[in-house]
Every structure is written in C-alpha cells, then in structure tokens.
C-alpha cells in the first residue's frame, strides 16, 4: 500500500489559506478518484477540493472552521500500490469549482454498529381511567392550608418557578391562568422567567462567511473612526413617480425605491469624488474612482453579502433594476461569482420596510462611505399652500443616513452630499433630465 498526501492547491486571486467550511470524508472512509474532500471558504466564494486518486483516509488536516495554508497538507490517502506520493503544491486545483455557499456543512454518513436488543421491560398495569370531571388536586402550602390548582396551572407554575403558596387565588379558592398572569404582572422585577423563555442553551462554532463578516466588521469599527449624519427627506412626489413608471413598465422589471436613490447618488457623485472611494491604510493612499462600482449589502441565508453592480453610473432605471434583482437572486441562492462579490466603491444598505428611522451602518472597508436608506413613513407636514400660506398635508418621509470614513471625509463633505441627495430625490424629475 502507498501514501498520497494532497495539498491545498493555489486556489488563485492571490490568497495564502483557506478556511474548511465542511468535510465530505473522515478518517477510515474510502474515496474514488474526483470524489469530493472539503469545501474550502476564500473571500466570501466556496471552493470544492476532489480527490485526484482512488483510496482510504487516514488523516484530515483539521476541524471546521480551523484555516490551512495554500501548500500545506489537506488530506492523506492511502492507495495501492508502492511507495509514498504527493500533489506538487504549484499544481492547479484539481477539478475545483465554486459551489453555492452552503447553509450548512453536509455531514457525513457515519457507519453505526447495531445496537444489541433492549431487555424485554415489564409492562405495568393500565391506570384506572379518570373521573368523567375530576376536582383539582389540592396544593399544600408551608403554612398547612390546602390551594386548590388544576395540574395544568401546577405544570405552568413550576416551569415559571412559582410557589403557589405566594400566589393569591381567585374567589372560589382556586388558582386559575389567570392568577399566575396577575402575580407575574406585579412581580416582574422577582426574576420569574416567562414560559417562552424556556429553552436550552447552545454553542454554535463561527466559522465560514459567518466568521468572514465578523472578522470584517471588527476591522471596519477598529481601523475606520466612523461618523454618521442622518437627513429627513420628502419623497412624496418621488414614490408617486416610481408608481407612475411601474403602471407603463410593460415587461421591464419593476421598480423599488433603490434604484432610484442609486440613481441619484450616481448623478451626484462627480461632485463628491472623495465619496467614491477607497483608503489603504497601511500605504497611506487614497483612490478616487470615475467608474460607481455600488456595493448592494444583501441578507441571506448563510449572512451578510455585499454583491457589486458594476459601472452603475452607466445604467438606466430598468437595467439597475435588473441587476439589483439578478445579484440579490445570486446571492441568496449562492450562484454569485467572485468577481461580482469585490471591488466596489461604495455600499449602500437598507432593510426596506423594516430599515427603522434611522441607521448608522458600518463601512464596507476599504471603503470610505456607506449610505442607508431608512424606512418610508407618513406624516403631517407644513406645505406651501401657492397663496403665500401654508397648510398641513399628509407626506411620505424617509431619513437617508451616512457613515464616513472621517480620516478621508469631512463632516461638511458628507452633509453636502446628502443635501444634494435630498434636493434631487425631491425634485425627482431632474433624475430622468439629460
């Protein structure tokens, strides 16, 4: 028999490790030539390691989660014939591909022994059937007087941890639901936990894009002194337009609100070029790009993604439309190449429906800004009424907030900006203007 040690292949874009986000083999199983190892994780992309040779696992070079150098070894197989083999670590990856960012680590299937047969167990007695309409069962108090309480409000009240004897009951003697309800009302601050809060404790390892989005975020708050500035914007003649284009959009992707606040920023930015942007710190440079490269942080499944629309300034309302929607999809469902989850300028970010009145979100570093769109609400405002008055009318509102980097952006810089944001979103014909 012989040995075959395979070694983390240079995956390509320049990394030095890669982290195992799932093994498809353990130590003892066999493997066919391309049959699948691990899934190895690289800047946000999965990649699938497959064997070159046909034979058993006899080492792994680590846990989930644990990180391995390009070179390094990843697993041993032994194989027939003589002697001891190796991947050359220069080699190309074997058969690699980007996979869909797994949810979750498939498992492997692990061989369990039989378990013997269980000792036959006596069976007991039938207990008697109850009474058509039993009495509830009595409650002894430390002072000797009896409480009377059904056993279900008997279960409720030890999974609450009450004593019934400090529980006042109803008139007739009797403790009800809504006794319980009562004494919990007036003793909240007594450390009684409420029914739903029952549940085990778990350990959850972060590992994969998990861990990537933390490790991230804590080296956006630790490197970048972060500023924010929010603004109230009227975007009433704005959300009547988008329903206006939507009503004649034929067989053109429907519009949200983003992509005509994308629309907007990419009108504007021109003029803020110290926005569209991005620092490397260790060199001390700053890069100011003419291209809008819009970073779309989406949610999915396995966390946070940040896809890119590339050129935004050149498309139109219907093409970032679609984009936004084919990214977002990509995303989700894990289909998203590695080129379109780098490289961009500036990250906008919203929650939509649930985006709150205003946010201060952190910036995608190397970035030097991020924008967050707010939640849409109505409320009464004091319009002009064309006859030198006003009067009070119904408005759709949305606060825009901003996060900047403050070693490259000044504050005066980033409320410029956002005026200019509000002026255009509020006049929203000018956005369709040449």
């Given at each position: 028999?012989?040995?075959?040690?395979?070694?983390?292949?240079?995956?390509?874009?320049?990394?030095?490790?890669?982290?195992?986000?799932?093994?498809?083999?353990?130590?003892g199983?066999?493997?066919?030539?391309?049959?699948r190892?691990?899934?190895?994780?690289?800047?946000?992309?999965?990649?699938?390691?497959e064997s070159?040779?046909?034979?058993?696992?006899?080492?792994?070079?680590?846990?989930?989660?644990?990180?391995?150098?390009?070179?390094?070894?990843?697993?041993?197989?032994?194989t027939?014939?003589e002697?001891?083999?190796?991947?050359?670590?220069?080699?190309?990856?074997?058969?690699?591909?980007?996979?869909?960012?797994?949810?979750?680590?498939?498992?492997?299937?692990?061989?369990?022994e039989p378990?013997?047969?269980?000792?036959?167990?006596?069976?007991?007695?039938?207990?008697?059937?109850?009474?058509?309409?039993?009495?509830?069962a009595?409650?002894?108090?430390a002072?000797?007087?009896?409480?009377?309480?059904?056993?279900?409000?008997?279960?409720?009240?030890?999974?609450?941890?009450?004593?019934?004897?400090?529980?006042?009951?109803?008139?007739e003697?009797?403790?009800?639901?809504?006794?319980?309800?009562q004494?919990?009302?007036?003793?909240?601050?007594?450390?009684?936990?409420?029914?739903?809060?029952?549940?085990?404790?778990?350990?959850?390892?972060?590992?994969?894009?998990?861990r990537?989005?933390?490790?991230?975020?804590?080296?956006?708050?630790?490197?970048?002194?972060?500023?924010?500035?929010?603004e109230e914007?009227?975007?009433?003649?704005?959300?009547?337009?988008?329903?206006?284009?939507?009503?004649?959009?034929?067989?053109?992707?429907?519009?949200t609100?983003?992509?005509?606040l994308?629309?907007?920023?990419?009108?504007?930015?021109?003029?803020?070029?110290?926005?569209?942007?991005?620092?490397d710190?260790?060199a001390?440079?700053?890069?100011r790009?003419g291209?809008?490269h819009?970073?779309?942080?989406?949610q999915?499944?396995?966390?946070?993604?940040?896809?890119?629309?590339?050129?935004a300034?050149?498309?139109?309302?219907?093409?970032?439309?679609?984009?936004i929607?084919r990214?977002?999809?990509?995303?989700?469902?894990?289909?998203?190449?590695?080129e379109?989850?780098?490289?961009?300028?500036?990250?906008v970010t919203?929650?939509?429906?649930?985006?709150?009145?205003?946010?201060t979100?952190?910036?995608?570093?190397?970035?030097?800004?991020?924008?967050?769109?707010?939640?849409i609400?109505?409320?009464?405002?004091?319009?002009?009424?064309?006859?030198g008055?006003?009067?009070?009318?119904?408005?759709k509102?949305?606060?825009?907030?901003i996060?900047?980097d403050?070693?490259?952006?000044?504050?005066?810089?980033?409320?410029?900006?956002?005026?200019?944001?509000k002026?255009?979103?509020e006049?929203?014909?000018?956005?369709?203007?040449?």
């Amino acid at each position: 028999m012989g040995k075959f040690t395979f070694r983390l292949p240079d995956i390509g874009e320049g990394i030095a490790e890669a982290e195992i986000v799932a093994w498809h083999v353990k130590v003892g199983d066999m493997v066919e030539e391309d049959g699948r190892i691990a899934d190895m994780m690289t800047d946000k992309a999965t990649v699938e390691m497959e064997s070159p040779v046909t034979g058993r696992i006899i080492s792994v070079a680590g846990e989930v989660g644990d990180v391995v150098a390009i070179g390094s070894p990843l697993v041993v197989i032994e194989t027939e014939g003589e002697g001891e083999a190796e991947q050359a670590a220069p080699a190309p990856a074997p058969k690699a591909e980007v996979i869909e960012e797994r949810i979750e680590a498939e498992t492997p299937a692990v061989a369990v022994e039989p378990a013997p047969a269980p000792a036959p167990v006596p069976v007991a007695a039938p207990a008697p059937a109850p009474a058509a309409k039993a009495a509830p069962a009595p409650v002894r108090t430390a002072g000797g007087t009896k409480v009377l309480a059904s056993p279900a409000v008997r279960q409720r009240a030890q999974d609450l941890g009450i004593d019934l004897s400090e529980v006042r009951p109803s008139e007739e003697g009797r403790i009800r639901h809504a006794d319980l309800d009562q004494f919990l009302a007036y003793n909240a601050s007594g450390g009684y936990r409420t029914a739903g809060a029952k549940r085990g404790d778990e350990t959850i390892k972060v590992i994969g894009l998990r861990r990537r989005i933390a490790e991230n975020m804590a080296a956006s708050k630790r490197n970048i002194p972060h500023f924010s500035y929010v603004e109230e914007c009227d975007v009433t003649a704005l959300e009547a337009m988008r329903e206006q284009l939507n009503a004649s959009r034929g067989d053109k992707p429907r519009l949200t609100m983003l992509p005509l606040l994308i629309a907007a920023f990419c009108r504007l930015l021109p003029q803020f070029p110290m926005l569209n942007a991005r620092y490397d710190d260790e060199a001390g440079v700053v890069t100011r790009f003419g291209a809008v490269h819009m970073g779309i942080a989406a949610q999915t499944p396995a966390g946070l993604m940040v896809p890119v629309i590339r050129n935004a300034q050149a498309l139109n309302l219907w093409q970032l439309a679609r984009e936004i929607g084919r990214l977002a999809d990509a995303a989700r469902n894990g289909t998203a190449k590695s080129e379109e989850l780098s490289g961009s300028t500036l990250t906008v970010t919203s929650l939509g429906p649930l985006g709150g009145v205003a946010t201060t979100p952190v910036i995608n570093r190397p970035e030097v800004a991020i924008i967050g769109p707010n939640r849409i609400i109505e409320r009464p405002m004091f319009v002009p009424d064309g006859m030198g008055g006003e009067r009070i009318e119904k408005r759709k509102l949305m606060n825009i907030s901003i996060s900047c980097d403050h070693r490259v952006v000044d504050g005066w810089d980033a409320a410029s900006f956002v005026q200019a944001v509000k002026k255009l979103i509020e006049t929203p014909v000018l956005l369709l203007a040449d």
